[in-house]
């Protein structure tokens, strides 16, 4: 039995439970059980998603004092499996919604190796170039790993997502109709000129009682140095800005200081541009090619036009000249037999 088959099965046995224990796809803090996938089981991968209700998505906003194209924050809790949809309200950003997260993979713990099958922990952001419109998660975000912390630890890795599905290889699957709705949301802000969305990935909510509680962790330092981003943000909601100072994460006024040895915290586009670059590549090499035929077509149509002309022009010149020599035959001009005067 192939692996698609037993997630398949999988998915079908574990449904019937994921609903009966309210592990429903749609927003935990948005519209309830009127949310996007709320009566859904879980979807299978290749399921084509149910068509946006943008109206609803529209009305739900309003309802919050909220608009379609703001900026908004991704907040991703993997130990909880929520994904926080947050959305700028004037100076600060309001709490949309709350999805359920269908799978992640690993451990907790940050993403160490390409190929680890771990979903990353830390600070990225997602540009226009980072949103998916191609390949198997046509509708997906690409969260920019490795950043800057990442490569200056020697973490590897690339096109970690926030993708539809319910299987997970290190991405953060979200079932194809909540992905529907953070896809467009997200869409949104980038065009109407939002510049990066940020997103936060922790392990759990970074209370002091769930930090005590993994102290034992051999990642409780680092997690120490993600709960500053998380405190600042839970105090001002204002996405806080976090930099790189001698292989560490520094959040806000912190980093304003000596930044001798500080660098910004950039999330890698380099996979998803490239990506999109072989794309525009092969649609332009299309276009080229086209263009090649239709020149080409042009040219031969020019040239037969060209020759058809020029044979128009000869015949009728020809039947000129004949059309004279018999008017001259006719008018006893030089013919047989002819008498001067």
Same mark, same amino acid.
């Given at each position: 039995? *192939? ?20 592990t ?43 608009a ?15 994904? +926080? ?8 950003? +309001? ?16 993403k160490?190796?390409e190929?680890? !099958? ?9 540009g ?7 390949? !198997? ?30 299987t997970? *290889? ?10 529907? +709705? ?24 970074? *209370? ?27 105090? *001002? !909601?204002?996405?806080?800005?976090v ?70 022009a ?28």
């Amino acid at each position: 039995m *192939t692996w698609k088959a037993v997630c398949f099965a999988s998915a079908l046995l574990l449904a019937p439970l994921a609903l009966a224990a309210n592990t429903f796809v749609g927003p935990v803090n948005g519209p309830g059980v009127h949310g996007v996938g709320a009566s859904q089981p879980l979807n299978v991968d290749d399921e084509p998603p149910p068509p946006l209700d943008m109206e609803g998505l529209k009305r739900r906003l309003a309802e919050k004092g909220l608009a379609l194209g703001s900026p908004i924050m991704i907040r991703v809790f993997k130990d909880e499996s929520e994904l +926080e949809l947050w959305v700028q309200k004037e100076d600060r950003f +309001e709490l949309f919604a709350v999805y359920r997260i269908c799978n992640w993979s690993g451990a907790l713990g940050p993403k160490l190796t390409e190929g680890d !099958r771990q979903s990353p922990e830390g600070f990225y952001s997602i540009g226009s170039r980072q949103l998916h419109r191609t390949g !198997r998660w046509r509708r997906s975000l690409d969260v920019g790993f490795p950043n800057t912390f990442d490569k200056a630890h020697g973490r590897t890795g690339s096109y970690i997502l926030v993708h539809g599905g319910c299987t997970s *290889t290190g991405c953060f699957a979200m079932t194809n109709g909540v992905m529907e +709705e953070i896809f467009a949301l997200s869409e949104a802000a980038l065009t109407r000129g939002q510049d990066r969305i940020q997103v936060h990935v922790f392990p759990f909510r970074m *209370t002091l009682k769930n930090l005590a509680a993994h102290a034992g962790s051999p990642w409780a330092g680092f997690w120490i140095g993600l709960k500053g981003a998380y405190d600042q943000f839970e105090q *001002t !909601r204002i996405p806080p800005r976090v930099d790189v100072c001698n292989k560490q994460y520094v959040v806000g006024q912190a980093a304003e200081g000596d930044m001798s040895d500080c660098v910004a915290n950039v999330s890698e586009v380099s996979v998803a541009s490239a990506r999109l670059r072989n794309v525009n590549r092969v649609a332009r090499g299309r276009h080229t090619r086209r263009a090649r035929v239709a020149r080409r077509t042009v040219q031969a149509r020019h040239a037969r036009a060209v020759g058809r002309n020029a044979r128009q022009a000869y015949a009728a010149a020809r039947a000129a000249r004949m059309a004279a020599h018999a008017r001259r035959q006719a008018a006893g001009l030089g013919g047989p037999g002819h008498a001067r005067k």
